[in-house]
């Protein structure tokens, strides 16, 4: 039997350049955050963790269809302090840390549930590329969760982890929600998010 890969939905940052939280920006009729969730479960990978600042914890809880909700009570010490969360949490679930994971920002959506398998074929940690361009999510492997455990919390993740590149097409990697006008951008894409 295959063992599910987990995955986790990084949404913890406040969004202060934003003005409003990325999780809960919507498009296509669901927000970030419900699509990652739809499209990591549909991938199948389990768990599926989301790691959200305190502000966030009960709009995530209403729309975790079945994930797993932790809270990251420092958040501004940096993405893999976040990360960390979400590892301890899986571990906690499990009972162990993961041959494989998977690493979602939540305002990265530009991709689809296949492409989550090709990152899963994966022996060695990965990125998505299509055209030159990488993207989220990543999948990290069981040596570099070890020393992603032992960094500090803002330690940048490019620091850590040596990304291979996975070969995809039909993405919208250079989706980043940041700023308000990424939100029109992410308007005028949103055909693309009506399938998983």
């Known amino acids: 039997m295959v063992k599910a890969t987990p995955a986790i939905i990084l949404s913890a ?97 530009g991709w689809k549930a296949s492409h989550i398998g090709k990152l899963i074929e994966s022996e060695v940690s990965c990125c998505l590329t299509d055209n030159s361009v990488n993207g989220h999510p990543v999948l990290l492997v069981k040596s570099d969760l070890l020393d992603i455990m032992a960094a500090n919390d803002d330690a940048p993740l490019k620091d850590i982890v040596k990304f291979e590149s996975v070969a995809v097409d039909n993405t919208q990697l250079s989706l980043n929600i940041d700023r308000p006008e990424d939100k029109v951008r992410l308007t005028e894409n949103a055909d693309f998010f009506v399938e998983l």
């Open 13 to 109: 940052g406040y969004s202060k350049r934003l003005g409003e939280h990325k999780a809960l920006v919507e498009v296509a009729g669901k927000t970030l955050l419900e699509h990652a969730i739809l499209k990591l479960q549909h991938a199948g990978c389990s768990p599926v963790i989301i790691v959200v600042n305190q502000e966030l914890q009960f709009d995530a809880l209403m729309s975790s269809n079945g994930a797993t909700v932790v809270v990251n009570k420092s958040p501004e010490k940096g993405r893999t302090g976040s990360l960390k969360v979400g590892l301890t949490s899986v571990l906690a679930e499990l009972g162990r840390l993961p041959n494989k994971a998977i690493m979602c920002p939540v305002d990265r959506p």
